[in-house]
């Protein structure tokens, strides 16, 4: 069982460890993050590699590396060198921070849900009352919401009152898209167009001409030709020729990322051969969060 002190110190190390780009750390090192003096830290040092926690490392470069089994015993599950779960606090994102773990303690009262996060990196930057975001997480793109309300520096864990939780399914986009894809003909007047969209109860649709995507016609183009008073016109005329497109095999979060920045409500997919083989919508990743 390890003292308070020598569990710090491990979890100070594996810090420095990670923000080091795993070299090698010094007692100097830890000590001044610690506030403790360095032959304090070396003669813990001793005995923390006596139990296999810590590998000395020789030369002037030298200094401590933890071991696989100094993770065990902290309880983090991966190697921090090659993990990393973003942490922004106050909406900006902590470049020496990541997740180990998060544990919800309470689910059955959803508005005084509170989570436990194991953190990689020094907490004490972090206060009381900092809201909080992290995620998303690897895999099934879990993001949690909310407000510091507890600290343990000796764990380097994190209480958070949540206030939302997130998660997106780790699928493909065409695995929701609509793949019978309606298009429109550069050529067609904006009359049949606006037909068209109505009869088929759809937002919008491509303009090709042949099999080349030329722009996109959403139904505010043509409120928008209307309330200028503007009934002839053909669809390559008034269409949005800025168009996004994806491949249709990225993932569900990849295409909801790329649509936002864009302040996109439509985005066509295209296979391996650069044709149209899908479209996506946000009312279709709407329908698929809802029913995740």
């Given at each position: 069982m390890l003292t308070s002190v020598q569990k710090e110190i491990l979890q100070s190390l594996i810090n420095l460890y990670r923000k080091s780009k795993c070299t090698s750390v010094k007692c100097e090192n830890i000590a001044e993050i610690m506030g403790r003096n360095a032959g304090t830290i070396r003669n813990q040092m001793q005995s923390l590699r006596s139990l296999g926690l810590v590998k000395g490392v020789p030369g002037p470069r030298g200094g401590y590396k933890p071991t696989l089994e100094a993770y065990h015993t902290l309880n983090i599950q991966n190697d921090p060198c090659e993990i990393h779960v973003p942490i922004y606090v106050n909406e900006k994102l902590v470049e020496d921070l990541s997740v180990n773990k998060i544990e919800f303690n309470s689910i059955l009262k959803p508005g005084d849900c509170e989570a436990t996060i194991s953190v990689l990196g020094d907490i004490k930057q972090l206060d009381l009352d900092d809201h909080i975001k992290i995620g998303p997480t690897p895999v099934n793109n879990l993001t949690v919401n909310g407000t510091i309300v507890g600290r343990d520096d000796v764990d380097n864990v994190l209480l958070l009152k949540t206030?939302?939780?997130?998660?997106?399914?780790?699928?493909?986009?065409?695995?929701i898209a609509t793949t019978d894809v309606i298009t429109i003909d550069q050529n067609t007047d904006i009359s049949d167009v606006a037909e068209l969209l109505i009869s088929e109860n759809i937002r919008g649709a491509p303009v090709v001409d042949g099999d080349d995507l030329k722009g996109?016609?959403?139904?505010?183009?043509?409120?928008?030709m209307i309330s200028e008073k503007v009934f002839e016109?053909?669809?390559?005329?008034?269409?949005?020729?800025?168009?996004?497109?994806?491949?249709?095999d990225i993932t569900l979060m990849s295409a909801m990322d790329m649509m936002y920045q864009n302040n996109l409500s439509l985005m066509v997919l295209l296979d391996e051969d650069e044709k149209i083989s899908g479209v996506v919508s946000f009312k279709d990743i709407l329908e698929r969060l809802v029913i995740a």
């Open positions: 206030e939302n939780i997130q998660s997106v399914p780790n699928i493909k986009v065409k695995e996109i016609v959403m139904f505010q183009d043509i409120v928008k016109i053909r669809a390559k005329s008034f269409m949005d020729t800025h168009v996004i497109t994806c491949k249709e």
